[in-house]
């Protein structure tokens, strides 16, 4: 995407002034003195999404400030603050499980949502595209060019991913590694959250989504959320159930995308085998837009290494309100 908009500098200015009320700082070290280094704390605060719907499911929009009401530990927090700008530069990552058959077998829907997603994206807006399977790889490093992110999809291909081992090869060679195993087994889909979400936390943008495509077929251990918890970015999840044969997740089906979506104020797109394509990213793009964003500075009287539980109550009867679940001391 090329050119520049006449109000681009003033609208970089607005946003720093708004960040620097929304983004906390780490503790870092200052000058020494007296050859030794001294720590000065900064304040720190914690950003909660919030996606406010109806009962027909169509986004709330127009709410203010008095009409939330913010919680830590059941203990109300009057001093926060608010915003809701759907004009605010956002950054998403995509990322989708290359070892699943049933999300491989949907490679070019998954390349329309995509397509119809960047198609709703302004200039400032950030994107990366992410696989994983063994291992997780950025298949297009983050940027806001549009041109080159659908020449990235238009160079895509199934057959990029695929093994030429069979798939019988796999499955013995998977029974022999659970017959050997002692414990839980490794989870993949812990790891490639944990690459993605630092990627994210890497901008100081405060809309920030990870959309993650997976069959759901693996077991949700507390890695698993302690993965999503730190970050506090939302995941909303596109959800192509398998065959349920990996491992310990036979009975547990879909549950890690349920849990990681409910704590993380994202939600999960089920029931995709008839559904359009572009409008599923046209849906992630106005969800993730309309986010109105609570920030609050935690009390220093919280545990340092605890997780905090969050509760967001609002004074409109009916509404349906998801938000990020719990924060812990990180940089954000």
């Not at 909660?48 to 986004?59: E, K």
């Not at 100081?204 to 999503?228: Q, Y």
Request: aromatic content about 10%.
């Amino acid at each position: 995407m090329t050119g520049t908009p006449p109000k681009r500098f003033k609208r970089h200015i607005n946003i720093a002034l708004i960040l620097l009320g929304l983004l906390g700082t780490a503790i870092r070290p200052q000058e020494p003195v007296d050859g030794r280094p001294v720590l000065k704390a900064e304040s720190v605060r914690v950003v909660v999404p919030v996606t406010v719907t109806g009962t027909d499911g169509d986004m709330i929009t127009g709410l203010r400030k008095e009409n939330f009401r913010l919680y830590v530990r059941n203990a109300e927090v009057t001093q926060f603050q608010f915003l809701h700008n759907t004009d605010l530069p956002m950054v998403i990552g995509y990322i989708f499980d290359h070892s699943s058959r049933s999300v491989m077998n949907r490679f070019s829907w998954n390349k329309q949502v995509v397509q119809s997603l960047i198609h709703q994206f302004g200039f400032e807006d950030v994107f990366f595209l992410g696989t994983y399977g063994t291992q997780y790889a950025e298949v297009q490093k983050p940027t806001s060019d549009r041109l080159e992110i659908l020449a990235t999809l238009s160079n895509l291909h199934p057959y990029m991913f695929s093994s030429q081992e069979s798939f019988w090869s796999f499955f013995k060679k998977d029974i022999r590694d659970y017959s050997k195993r002692k414990g839980a087994p490794v989870n993949k889909t812990a790891i490639a959250l944990d690459h993605a979400l630092y990627s994210l936390a890497g901008y100081d943008l405060p809309k920030k989504a990870l959309i993650l495509v997976s069959d759901g077929d693996e077991n949700l251990s507390d890695i698993t959320l302690n993965h999503v918890q730190r970050y506090g970015v939302p995941v909303y999840a596109l959800y192509f159930s398998g065959s349920g044969m990996g491992g310990q997740s036979l009975f547990k089906r879909g549950q890690i995308l349920r849990a990681v979506s409910q704590e993380t104020g994202g939600c999960v797109f089920e029931n995709l085998e008839d559904a359009d394509p572009n409008e599923i990213g046209r849906r992630l793009s106005l969800v993730i837009r309309n986010q109105y964003l609570i920030s609050f500075e935690p009390s220093e009287r919280l545990s340092q290494t605890k997780t905090h539980p969050i509760r967001i109550v609002l004074d409109q009867a009916g509404a349906n309100v998801v938000y990020r679940k719990s924060f812990r001391f990180v940089k954000e």
